[in-house]
């Protein structure tokens, strides 16, 4: 029998972290021999030019007169029945309970028990969606008919099961960084030109929403530039973004502060900073961190979520309250102001996320349980806890 597997994958293709990892899980499973079918309303923008072993299947929406809104669900679950049909897929995997996992419990019905699903939870489909009561069963039916369900921290498994009452078991499968890619870049003449020579350069990346808390990345850089001097990238975009360009304005920050806007190259970007900003009250990963991290840039965030799975408090950066701005300006300032333990705190990022969170772990970990649902044994490789 054939080794390699056939897995569909769908996710969320516009820019989050979700489909990022699912994105660059499919490209790494293809390289490993699979054959891989992304199914979505658009191509993943992760996914660029031509895969050996990928193939996109785009699901259309019917816009029949009958329907106020289109039956995009629907639409996703038939097509996901027929690829699985045509290629004879043997996996499932779906990121995001809703509609994701939904979709993939109806493709089931359709095509049979052969199929298999396997979820992965990436956080707001559970701190968000499983908060309203509407939806609450349907998330519920989604993870516990799943074949498999994995979560990409522990935090966000303990919140599944107090939020939903799950007792199935769920498989820890922390993000992961590709080091083909994600790696220091030299960034000096880059930043030559949002930084003056000497100065600090501060960062956040995020979609802007109010979880993020960008008003306080605002606030700690105020305090740090006052010590030091610094400048303060900003790079997505998002509903806060207005909020926070008058909020620049009216500290007269005008001049210290550069918007980037949505940038492809995160490694290139990520790799001009000294130190990043991650102020969240909800973050069930923190995926910037570890990209951070992987580009030996230490982090300054808030104790939420999984950010504490990730940032090692006074080794890989430091992590304070949900809204302490002043012990988040220290700690910077901490950094900022002794080179030496900065270098070990550099030093010390790209060993954890080298050794604990690389892509082959993953892929491997993620593997493991496509072999264990199909009841197949895994040709070399062992599951690798993470």
Avoid at 30 to 58: C, D, M, Q, T, W
Avoid at 80 to 108: G, S
Avoid at 109 to 133: P, S
Avoid at 338 to 358: G, H, I, T, V
């Amino acid at each position: 029998m054939d080794s390699f597997l056939k897995i569909g994958i769908t996710c969320y293709p516009s820019l989050g972290g979700s489909g990022v990892v699912a994105t660059e899980l499919g490209k790494l499973l293809a390289e490993k021999g699979h054959e891989v079918h992304f199914i979505s309303h658009s191509v993943p923008f992760r996914l660029g030019s031509f895969h050996k072993n990928i193939k996109y299947h785009e699901v259309d929406v019917s816009d029949y007169y009958v329907f106020r809104y289109p039956p995009y669900d629907l639409s996703l679950a038939t097509k996901m029945a027929q690829v699985a049909k045509q290629q004879e897929l043997d996996v499932l995997h779906v990121h995001y309970a809703v509609p994701h996992a939904v979709c993939a419990f109806l493709a089931k019905q359709m095509v049979g028990d052969k199929l298999k699903v396997v979820t992965t939870l990436h956080g707001t489909d559970i701190t968000v969606l499983a908060q309203d009561e509407s939806l609450k069963d349907l998330i519920r039916l989604a993870i516990n008919e799943s074949d498999a369900v994995t979560s990409v921290s522990k935090d966000l498994t303990r919140e599944t099961r107090e939020v939903l009452d799950i007792t199935r078991e769920i498989d820890l499968t922390y993000n992961f960084v590709d080091p083909r890619e994600y790696y220091p870049r030299n960034t000096c003449n880059c930043k030559n030109d949002f930084a003056e020579p000497g100065e600090k350069v501060l960062m956040h990346i995020s979609n802007f929403r109010p979880v993020k808390r960008v008003g306080d990345v605002v606030d700690v850089f105020k305090k740090v530039q006052e010590q030091v001097p610094a400048k303060l990238l900003f790079v997505g975009e998002g509903p806060d973004l207005p909020k926070i360009q008058w909020k620049i304005r009216e500290m007269g920050l005008e001049n210290k502060v550069h918007f980037l806007g949505k940038q492809d190259d995160i490694a290139q970007v990520i790799s001009m900073a000294d130190l990043l900003l991650l102020p969240s009250e909800k973050e069930s990963f923190g995926l910037v961190a570890l990209e951070a991290m992987a580009c030996g840039v230490p982090t300054v965030g808030s104790i939420a979520g999984g950010i504490p799975e990730l940032i090692t408090h006074g080794e890989t950066g430091y992590l304070a309250p949900i809204g302490d701005v002043d012990a988040m300006a220290e700690h910077c300032l901490a950094l900022l102001t002794q080179p030496e333990q900065m270098n070990r705190f550099r030093e010390a990022c790209l060993q954890r996320a080298k050794n604990d969170f690389s892509s082959e772990r993953m892929m491997q970990t993620y593997e493991s349980i496509y072999y264990r649902v199909l009841q197949r044994e895994a040709p070399g490789v062992n599951h690798i806890c993470p």
